[in-house]
């Protein structure tokens, strides 16, 4: 994050290939290598990423699975680099459409898919490495995609925010091993959920149903969502996320609000997210490790 | 578990005061105890005992938090220990009913209600010995409770399950720390769910939902419930249980089946529940510790 985004890239006066997926991120990505003066090439995932968004840029649609006529496609724009960016829940293995690259390396895959999305993913990345593309970070890219160390709005968090965020973190350290979730909720000291397959949105709107039903007890304005990378992730490929809808279900669920790790956490449209935390009441913050990234 | 059931407890020539909350297994515990020659006087907790179970035996009811009452009709009825059996859930602290002497417990009261249910059940435990009864673990009076070493059923989990049960275990141990919860939902290595404030029930219907939303892809008849007490838990306590809707609900999820700890589970219905695994094609298997209990 410290060394300028130019210097991340070997090839910056080839056009990067942005591997798209769903959310806003994609297109923050695109602009920020535009506005450093480099070329993009648009990759949309069919399903996931938005055709509004791709139309505005150079691009192509493969579906999920089709390795070599992305391949290809990358190539011919001439792209040697290319960064991975958006929402894409785990495909089922049936559901893949693989194409006849793909399929050669169909043993592997399947290989790749027993066990976590870390596994999964880095099993993906060194096919594509393999594949004579540089896999880039999208942060090495758009440095300002990363959430910052400190409050993105007006409301910082209180000291007992501070024990809850803390007990998070140690949470989702000592879940590394185990490569379930990047997000867990703490009130008081208290572990109320962990993500796991459901996802984050899904596990805000369970923290609100428990609390209707009468299930959670804790008061309203107390408990805090953290979200941190798991300990060796592949930051290249999968980085956690918050954005807008994420302060809507944090303040839905009943939270004080969200703090993430700063710089290992991506926050979609960072300052409609900030104005959105101003009007629910609640915080979003960064925090740095106390002892360094995990 | 392996000492004969009657020099678990100091005073058998005394009635033994049964605490029960919910479910099949405060009835369970009675007859164990009657079985042993003991007399048994059950305290039903309101909203969460059965009524129709209290009617058989010697019984009267409290209110949850009301210590002194519960104290007073325990040490009337002839009783120096006391066993707590059942379901309750963690009650909310403006809505325990608090006698005089839980008033008086107050400031202790608000200090143990921070933080996870360990500490909740652990500091409940110190008070209620504190006020001079001995605190004895239901498995103590009825070892038959506990899952047994093995298939309840016909069927026996396969070599991928216990990898997946092994998983669970091992994920169940990293979190012991932060007393999250004691079940864990894995498929082919991969954890789909991890148990905290909505309890097993509702992680269990999560699955489900997941599986028919196409967020959970694997294949039906793949992936274990697995269930253990968090290490450091105070068994006489709170044991995690099993029992048949567990099984319908395992079932439902498309899981192939449940693997808990031998000897640190509860079961409910053991009978019934071996027979609903069979009726559904279900395992649920006793497994111990390859490593001694944590």
Not at 93 to 117: M, N, V, Y
Not at 129 to 158: C, M
Not at 196 to 215: F, K, N, P
């Amino acid at each position: 994050v410290n060394a300028p985004p130019a210097a991340a890239t070997k090839h910056p006066s080839e056009p990067i290939a942005i591997v798209c997926g769903g959310g806003a991120l994609p297109a923050a990505v695109a602009d920020a290598a535009l506005g450093q003066g480099r070329a993009v090439f648009l990759l949309g995932l069919e399903g996931w990423a938005d055709p509004d968004t791709l139309r505005r840029y150079p691009h192509a649609w493969v579906k999920v699975g089709q390795l070599g006529r992305g391949k290809r496609l990358a190539a011919a724009a001439g792209c040697r680099e290319v960064v991975f960016i958006g929402t894409v829940l785990r495909p089922a293995i049936r559901s893949l459409r693989l194409d006849w690259t793909a399929l050669r390396l169909l043993p592997r895959i399947f290989r790749i898919f027993r066990g976590g999305d870390d596994h999964l993913l880095s099993g993906f990345a060194q096919m594509v490495q393999e594949h004579g593309f540089r896999l880039v970070a999208a942060h090495e890219v758009a440095p300002d995609i990363l959430a910052p160390v400190g409050a993105l709005g007006k409301l910082t968090p209180a000291a007992r925010d501070l024990e809850d965020a803390e007990r998070g973190f140690a949470l989702i350290d000592a879940m590394g091993p185990f490569d379930v979730g990047q997000a867990v909720v703490v009130a008081d000291g208290r572990v109320l959920a962990v993500e796991a397959a459901e996802g984050t949105d899904r596990m805000l709107d369970r923290i609100a149903a428990l609390r209707e039903d009468g299930r959670i007890k804790s008061a309203r304005g107390v408990g805090v969502l953290v979200k941190a990378p798991k300990p060796g992730q592949d930051r290249r490929l999968d980085l956690p996320s918050i954005g807008p809808a994420t302060v809507e279900r944090v303040n839905a669920a009943g939270l004080a609000g969200i703090v993430v790790r700063a710089g290992a956490v991506q926050v979609a449209d960072l300052s409609v997210t900030a104005a959105r935390a101003d009007a629910a009441g609640v915080f979003v913050a960064g925090l740095e490790a106390t002892r360094g990234p995990a």
